[in-house]
């Protein structure tokens, strides 16, 4: 592989993670528990200060519901399967749009992914020389992703 294709695929790699590890830093997934008082709050605040039993079921169940009730009245592993894996892909469709879309149209374009990549480089190339050398990479990558050496030698990832 030539030394630029391989330079730009570490390059798309290390802004990937990059990214991810700031975005996850600033928008800290709530837990089940958290979600779960998230919507109770929102009921009893809606209703008072109360919660009856039916507007409880409804605000812990009201997506499975709706669902078994789409499905004839039952749902298969595989549907709530499929359910689930749609609803985890377009979380994170929509947290990429909204990370790269710079016009703020809900669209993703590629002057939208070249602006990102020059403000990625821009940040890990500190000392603004036109290039990113080790030093400049962050410490402790999230995923366990290797180490660059530099100078494209990394002959770890299997590709020639």
């Given amino acids: 592989m030539r030394k630029t294709t391989r330079l730009a695929l570490v390059f798309a790699a290390l802004a990937g993670a990059v990214g991810t590890a700031a975005y996850a830093d600033?928008?800290?997934?709530?837990?089940?528990?958290?979600?779960?008082?998230?919507?109770?709050?929102?009921?009893?605040?809606?209703?008072?200060?109360?919660i009856t039993f039916?507007?409880?079921s409804d605000a812990m169940n009201a997506r499975l519901k709706k669902m078994v009730a789409d499905n004839g009245g039952k749902l298969t592993v595989a549907q709530l399967a499929d359910a689930l894996e749609k609803a985890r892909f377009e979380q994170m469709a929509r947290r990429i749009i909204a990370r790269y879309d710079t016009k703020g149209d809900g669209t993703l374009t590629a002057d939208d992914i070249a602006s990102r990549q020059k403000k990625v480089f821009a940040m890990l190339d500190?000392?603004?020389?036109?290039?990113?050398?080790?030093?400049?990479?962050?410490?402790g990558l999230p995923g366990g992703h290797r180490q660059w050496d530099g100078g494209g030698n990394d002959d770890t990832d299997g590709v020639q």
């Fill in 54 to 56: 039916d507007q409880f």
């Fill in 126 to 139: 500190r000392d603004n020389d036109g290039k990113i050398e080790k030093n400049e990479l962050p410490k």
């Fill in 26 to 50: 600033e928008h800290s997934v709530a837990g089940p528990r958290d979600g779960m008082m998230m919507r109770l709050g929102k009921v009893m605040k809606d209703n008072d200060g109360t």
